[in-house]
């Protein structure tokens, strides 16, 4: 099946610091790519849509000048959280649907970044 | 009403035993919905979609009722390797995509020798 490739897995940082999450396709062009937000015991949170070549849609809530999303090719998608603090510790984690994909009734996420702010 | 329900658990079954859980969404529209499978710390992975009719996968048994708004999943012959937290997802929108997916909570699952 497809993959998704997402780095770091891990990343502690200092409050008031960037910290960069990239996530890749490896073997399929992906025009849209999701980026979600777990916390602890919480579900999955869709925080954008990424659509290659131009901006991002975000969820209501979400502050698109602290989580700045990149989609500058159809295999890479960047999330860089801003002048990180401790509330922004949480789970990380992107997915993508192939270029052609409709109905596939399947997301390929990828493998997640814990990051932890301290 | 949240979205999409789920009890929490734990769930501490018997290897072996049969087990079973639901999931209420409260999106009357909402027109697809999977089951996943996500272990401790990792990313979700689909186990398997869920249709009207009710779908079987080897062990695994999804149905949906429309009418009250609820899905379920059925395991039968529970292996220890069944441990994992199920997310419930609906989608407003019909087939895969991520555009209008809600994830439950998740309900936490433990096979127990």
């Known amino acids: 099946g497809a993959v998704v490739s997402q780095h770091p897995s891990r990343v502690i940082c200092k409050s008031g610091t960037s910290v960069k999450i990239e996530c890749r396709s490896l073997d399929f062009q992906a025009t849209t790519m999701f980026w979600y937000r777990q916390f602890p015991k919480q579900s999955l949170m869709l925080m954008a849509t990424?659509?290659?070549?131009?901006?991002?849609?975000?969820e209501q809530g979400v502050e698109k000048d602290k989580f700045l999303i990149n989609h500058a090719s159809l295999t890479l998608s960047t999330l860089t959280v801003t002048s990180a603090h401790p509330e922004d510790s949480s789970f990380y984690i992107c997915s993508a649907r192939t270029r052609d994909a409709s109905n596939t009734g399947e997301l390929f996420f990828g493998e997640g970044s814990r990051l932890t702010v301290l | 009403r949240k979205e999409v329900e789920q009890d929490p658990g734990p769930f501490n079954v018997p290897e072996g035993a049969t087990v079973a859980f639901n999931c209420t969404y409260s999106n009357s529209a909402s027109q697809s919905f999977f089951w996943y499978r996500q272990d401790c710390r990792k990313e979700p992975k689909l186990l398997m979609s869920?249709?009207?009719s009710g779908n079987e996968d080897g062990r695994f048994t999804a149905q949906l009722n429309r009418a009250s708004q609820y899905i379920s999943l059925l395991i039968r012959d529970s292996k220890l390797s069944d441990s994992a937290t199920y997310l419930c997802v609906v989608n407003r929108y019909s087939g895969g995509g991520a555009d209008g997916l809600t994830f439950g909570k998740g309900t936490h699952l433990i096979i127990q020798p």
């Open positions: 990424s659509n290659e070549g131009s901006k991002a849609t975000y």
């Open positions: 869920v249709y009207s």
